[in-house]
């Protein structure tokens, strides 16, 4: 597999952490997660912003990724996980993988509105590993424990009713135009989300793997 970069693009709840980091495990990509580096940050404003719904600014989300990126196992590729969010992130990232010499595809993981809100509502998270459940899709084997780290998962502070509806406006307001963006250039390739996880991982293996 030559190296590239693969942005998979998706609205909140659609899957994106979930098959990153399956091609992380199985296709030895890196998963780039920005939610994630930024929830890991212990910075009081940050974590308000991210809990209410809104973006963090593109310059600091900008900044990580590109420290994350010239790390030495990023360079036969790496999978983005809800970057790029905006045009001027898109556009950073462009001249990033052109100045890398990598080819970027992206694929949207698309996912009707209407299952979204148990995906998100359902959600539980492990603080150690950060795998992910979900109470009605993938319970863990002991009820609210990590089958991974036999510690009690936990909820994000965005994913309540209220929190969900200002991210699903977000999403149509700031990151839609990027999908059109790569439609445009002729780099987005769809798969339906809404299908089992598996089914899910092997159309993205296709298309990750497709030279
Ligand atoms: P981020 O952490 O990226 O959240 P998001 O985009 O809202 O996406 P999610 O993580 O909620 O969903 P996902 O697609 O990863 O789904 P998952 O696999 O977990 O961002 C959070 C915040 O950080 C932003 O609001 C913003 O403040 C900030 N931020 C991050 N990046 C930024 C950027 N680039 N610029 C500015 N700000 C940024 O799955 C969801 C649930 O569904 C799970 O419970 C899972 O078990 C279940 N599930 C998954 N697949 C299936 C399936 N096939 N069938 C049934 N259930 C499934
Ligand atoms: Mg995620």
Redesign the pocket.
């Known amino acids: 597999m030559s190296s590239k970069i693969i942005v998979l693009m ?1 609205a ?8 990153a980091r399956l091609i992380q495990e199985r296709l030895g990509l890196p998963q780039i ?4 580096m ?1 929830r890991a940050l212990a910075t009081e404003d940050i974590h308000t ?2 809990a209410s ?4 600014s593109d310059a600091v ?1 900008i900044d990580l990724v590109r420290q994350r990126t010239a790390v030495d196992d990023c360079l036969n590729g790496y999978v983005l ?6 045009i001027v ?1 898109a556009e950073m990232l462009d001249q990033m993988a052109a100045a890398e010499g990598k080819p970027l595809k992206a694929i949207l993981i698309d996912v009707a509105a209407s299952v979204l809100e148990k ?2 509502t ?2 539980r998270n492990c603080p150690v590993g950060n795998e ?3 109470i009605y ?2 319970p863990p084997r002991t009820d609210s424990i990590c089958d991974e780290h036999g510690v009690p998962l936990r909820q994000r502070a ?1 994913d309540t009713i209220d929190k969900v509806q200002v ?1 699903l406006e ?1 999403y149509e307001k700031q990151t839609a135009p990027v999908i059109d963006y790569y439609k445009r250039t002729g780099r987005l390739e769809i798969v339906d ?1 809404d ?3 598996e089914t ?1 991982y092997e159309d993205l293996k296709k298309i990750v793997t497709k030279e």
């Open positions: 998706g909140p709840g659609a899957g994106k952490g979930t098959q997660s920005t939610g994630d930024l912003t991210q719904g809104r973006l963090i989300v996980d809800g970057f790029p969010r905006t992130q995906r998100l359902g959600r992910i459940f979900n899709f993938k965005d991210r977000t989300g299908q089992e996880t899910i």
